[in-house]
């Protein structure tokens, strides 16, 4: 059995309030491996309504560059993949 501990989770909008989620994934040893993408989806039915969370990307990191790395360098790494994407993913709307 693997077991991932939440790290950090960051929040990156689009200067138009249309925020991901990034949840950065740490293994046993804290180190960063994973980070999962998630969007808000708002739902209505009738007068009620809510948003949920729903994973939409998975960013694998390197292991070969984590395995190097302290754990800051690893979370430092996680966070400027979250950026790239962010920016990608804002290109691709």
């Known amino acids: 059995m693997t077991i991932l501990e939440v790290k950090k989770v960051l929040y990156?909008?689009?200067?138009?309030?249309?925020?991901?989620?990034?949840?950065?994934?740490?293994?046993?040893?804290?180190?960063?491996?994973?980070?999962?993408?998630?969007?808000?989806?708002?739902?209505?039915?009738?007068?009620?309504?809510?948003?949920?969370?729903?994973?939409?990307?998975?960013?694998?990191?390197?292991?070969?560059?984590?395995a190097k790395a302290t754990p800051e360098e690893a979370l430092r790494m996680a966070i400027d993949a979250c950026i790239k994407h962010r920016a990608e993913w804002q290109a691709q709307a």
């Open 12 to 66: 990156l909008n689009n200067h138009q309030d249309e925020y991901l989620r990034y949840e950065i994934l740490a293994n046993e040893v804290g180190q960063a491996i994973l980070v999962l993408v998630q969007m808000s989806l708002q739902n209505q039915i009738g007068q009620l309504s809510w948003a949920v969370w729903t994973k939409v990307d998975e960013l694998p990191l390197p292991a070969e560059e984590t």
